[in-house]
């Protein structure tokens, strides 16, 4: 075909493709379905492609995968998808990019050991799922540890560092020097040294004096070895059960204590609804907050099906509780549980709590306020409403007051995941933060050697700090935070989706992962594109934006001094309208 850029959606069961030569640049392979597709080939050749640049792959489930590409190919993504293994035995020195975005690997990519590895070279790999042993050649292990050395910054080789060690298993039949050698990653014995004190591998090698003993000293060695495995099989299992043992006592201890724990609720017969309400008034936090169970109706479903618009009183409020099928009595308690969360939260710009009840054919509830202008995503897009910038900075100081709130009083919480979508508006335009993003602030998000699970394509990417993406410092909720509401205030002065014209060049997914290449590359990070409409905005306002934004979340202001910001702005304001 000689036309620059054309799409074929294909629905079936089964696709067999036959690639020949083209004169293609970019090639995109991505499922639309609910479940991803099993992508079969075990070699995918794309050697005839004399001009392919760019190829994707999205949502799919692979296998072990041989890549076959030509000299020409710069970048290969997959993104979002599931593979065992990925091999690229043709790979050429144009290609400066893997990056395998929001894809799962359970074994270590042959990629990472199959040739050295320049330092222009980007790899994007999450090996938190790699678990078991992988047998390298003594070449192989070398370039992998060399390989790990050159891109030592990339997230891939810390993770190879802290979560993988050399095991050398003794062999009396192959010599040393020509035998495999086994890395295994994942969980390490509690008497492995710490990665931060010791190099990435640990090994005992046998000494060459040790080979040239005599028979009976390699047959006390084979006796040795046989008497060792006895013992730890024997450790494993008086192990096994003294835990056994302990879990036995702690569940006695557990389910009689139950009995008289007032979180007690979710061990209650579903059937019983008169029993359920009555722990609700046994509950000395949830007791003010009941609600009469024939008071509260179900009227639509919001979202994943744990969310209802309802009615109280013949008002609506939002409901939020658990399916009538889910059995885990986990579920009920982290509930409950959050409810005495939202309890001890009163402020005007956090929507309130109504009340917790029983629903006939549900369990456990909590009834919340309902803000009638859906959120503030929605107003924002919504070009019949007539936004000016007293409204805008207004809608900016709610939201402020909300962290303010939940960061510096003894509340001591924060917003779970801040974004326009989690915000909502009343028909008198107050912005509220949703009382179900409130979180306390102790729960920790992560650490720099932490996965951070995020989706590409779903708008996420543009509202997470750099921290989290790069997992290059400690991370810290309130700062978390405060660089989502830099990106909000832009959002609220441009009315435009952060990264918008990015987006609309590249489409959700590709702009995510150029967006993830810039805070890499410590790119200046402008969710409002400079827009006219956020250059319009008072200078004070756009130099919080970017103090809000910056790479040091050390360096971004405190929810308490952007309230105080914000008040001197519409006091600036006022004063230039008089």
Not at 178 to 198: H, I, N, P, W, Y
């Amino acid at each position: 075909m000689d036309v620059g850029y054309f799409v074929v959606n294909v629905k079936v069961e089964t696709l067999k493709l036959e690639l020949q030569s083209s004169r293609v640049e970019r090639i995109n392979f991505a499922s639309s379905a609910a479940t991803k597709p099993t992508l079969t080939p075990s070699k995918l050749d794309f050697s005839n492609f004399g001009q392919l640049k760019v190829l994707t792959f999205m949502r799919l489930a692979m296998g072990s995968v041989e890549l076959m590409i030509q000299n020409v190919t710069t970048s290969i993504h997959i993104i979002n998808s599931t593979m065992t293994d990925l091999s690229l035995p043709l790979r050429g020195e144009a290609l400066t990019e893997i990056g395998l975005n929001g894809t799962t690997v359970t074994k270590l990519p042959k990629l990472l050991y199959e040739r050295d590895l320049s330092s222009k070279m980007d790899i994007t790999a999450d090996l938190s799922s790699v678990n078991g042993e992988t047998e390298l050649s003594g070449e192989q292990l070398t370039l992998l540890e060399a390989n790990a050395q050159t891109l030592s910054t990339q997230s891939w080789a810390q993770e190879y560092h802290s979560r993988c060690e050399l095991v050398d298993i003794l062999s009396m039949t192959v010599p040393y020097g020509s035998r495999k050698r086994t890395v295994l990653c994942g969980s390490r014995s509690s008497s492995a040294t710490s990665a931060t004190e010791s190099p990435a591998f640990t090994h005992s090698d046998c000494s060459e004096s040790g080979n040239a003993k005599s028979g009976h000293s390699s047959s006390g060695i084979s006796t040795g070895a046989l008497a060792a495995i006895i013992v730890v099989v024997v450790i494993i299992v008086v192990t096994l059960g003294l835990l056994l043992l302990r879990m036995y006592l702690n569940r006695e201890t557990a389910d009689s204590s139950s009995q008289k724990n007032e979180a007690a609720a979710t061990l209650i017969n579903k059937s019983d609804a008169v029993d359920k309400g009555s722990f609700i008034s046994n509950d000395v936090i949830l007791r003010n907050f009941r609600l009469p169970q024939s008071n509260v109706a179900l009227v639509k479903s919001v979202g994943t099906g744990r969310l209802w618009i309802g009615e109280y009183n013949g008002g609506k409020v939002v409901v939020k509780r658990v399916e009538s099928e889910v059995t885990d009595s986990h579920v009920t308690k982290a509930l409950m549980a959050q409810a005495r969360t939202f309890a001890t939260i009163s402020h005007q710009n956090i929507t309130n709590l109504v009340g917790v009840t029983w629903l006939a054919g549900t369990d456990f509830a909590i009834v919340a306020e309902f803000m009638g202008k859906s959120n503030l995503k929605t107003m924002l897009t919504n070009k019949d409403v007539d936004l000016d910038v007293r409204t805008k900075l207004q809608m900016c100081s709610d939201v402020a007051l909300a962290l303010a709130y939940l960061h510096e009083t003894e509340q001591n919480m924060c917003a779970k995941q801040l974004s326009s979508q989690k915000v909502l508006v009343n028909k008198d335009m107050d912005c509220k933060l949703s009382l179900f993003e409130c979180v306390p602030s102790s729960a920790k998000i992560g650490s720099p050697s932490t996965a951070v699970q995020y989706s590409y394509g779903m708008g996420e990417v543009a509202w997470l700090p750099p921290e989290v993406i790069t997992r290059s410092s400690p991370m810290n909720a309130r700062t978390n935070n405060i660089y989502a509401f830099g990106v909000l205030v832009s959002e609220i002065f441009t009315r435009a989706s952060p990264y918008q014209s990015l987006v609309e060049e590249m489409g959700n997914t590709m702009s995510d992962i150029e967006l993830v290449k810039r805070v890499r590359r410590q790119d200046p990070l402008e969710p409002h594109e400079n827009r006219q409409e956020y250059l319009a905005a008072p200078a004070i306002v756009r130099q919080l934006v970017e103090q809000c934004l910056s790479y040091a979340p050390l360096s971004r202001p405190t929810a308490k001094k952007i309230v105080k910001i914000l008040h001197h702005a519409k006091e600036e304001l006022a004063t230039d309208s008089i």
